[in-house]
């Protein structure tokens, strides 16, 4: 989160997760518009490209990766990225219109809401079927839902973005992309950290 005047810090794990499920994601979107776009095209098409079956599986092997690295990333914002999501009290914060905390509050409403669209994009995507749409089949419930989370990522993502550029600016945006860490941030320290947590695990 961005301080007064101090450079905004991000750990190393989080970078490292946020970068990697924000391009997987990325992927998805796109070539999940070339699928729909080709093979489907009933709520409007650009027709960029012929309906063609490695477009699917290119599709799914970006959603394939995600999956995983969704997983994880998600684990680690519930766990150690708890307080930039949603808290206790942030229903109370919003009543303090356009004060500060009024902003970070909604900032951190919108970072959940970025993880629940992600949530909803990967788990439909866990139940579509390779094979529906080379066989005409566009009327699954599942596909629907699919469809439907395509529209709410796209927009979580523009609200994410917006957020970000409005409670901490460029230096904010920019700190998710640095390559310097702490010394005590550094990848070493993670064996250490997983080895005492192994030894005493807390949920
Ligand atoms: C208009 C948009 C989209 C269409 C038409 C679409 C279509 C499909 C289809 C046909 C499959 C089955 C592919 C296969 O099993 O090989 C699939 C799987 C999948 N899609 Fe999408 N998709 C769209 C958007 C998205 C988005 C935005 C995401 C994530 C952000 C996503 C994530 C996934 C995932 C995780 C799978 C499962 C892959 C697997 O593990 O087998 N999709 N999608
Ligand atoms: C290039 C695109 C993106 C940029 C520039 C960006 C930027 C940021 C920034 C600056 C933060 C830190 C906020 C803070 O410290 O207050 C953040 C956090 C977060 N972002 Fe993104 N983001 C991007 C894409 C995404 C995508 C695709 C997702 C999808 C899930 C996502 C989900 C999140 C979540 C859940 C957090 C909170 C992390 C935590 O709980 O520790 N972001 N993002």
């Known amino acids: 989160m961005s301080r007064t005047r101090s450079k905004p810090y991000q750990p190393l794990l989080l970078r490292l997760l946020h970068g990697i499920n924000a391009l997987l994601i990325f992927g998805a979107v796109i070539t999940g518009f070339f699928v729909y776009d080709s093979w489907d095209g009933r709520f409007g098409r650009l027709s960029l490209s012929q309906a063609n079956r490695s477009l699917i599986d290119v599709h799914g092997t970006f959603g394939f990766f995600l999956f995983f690295i969704f997983i994880i990333f998600f684990v680690y ?16 914060k919003l009543t303090l219109v356009g004060k500060p905390i009024w902003w970070y509050t909604l900032h951190r409403i919108v970072n959940t809401g970025t993880l629940v669209a992600a949530m909803l ?8 079927d ?11 419930t599942w596909y629907y839902i699919h ?7 796209v927009l979580a993502i523009a609200m994410h973005l917006l957020m970000s550029a409005k409670v901490g600016g460029l230096p904010l945006i920019l700190s998710m992309f640095d390559k310097n860490y702490r010394p005590a941030d550094s990848p070493t320290q993670w064996f250490q950290k997983i080895g005492s947590w192994l030894r005493r695990p807390t949920l």
């Not at 994009?121 to 579509?128: D, E, H, L, T």
């Open 121 to 128: 994009a990967v788990v439909s995507g866990k139940f579509q």
């Open 77 to 92: 914002c519930i766990r150690s990225g708890q307080k930039r999501l949603v808290q206790s009290d942030s229903i109370k």
């Open 130 to 140: 390779e094979n529906w749409l080379p066989r005409g089949e566009l009327n699954h």
């Open 147 to 153: 469809l439907i989370s395509w529209i709410v990522i």
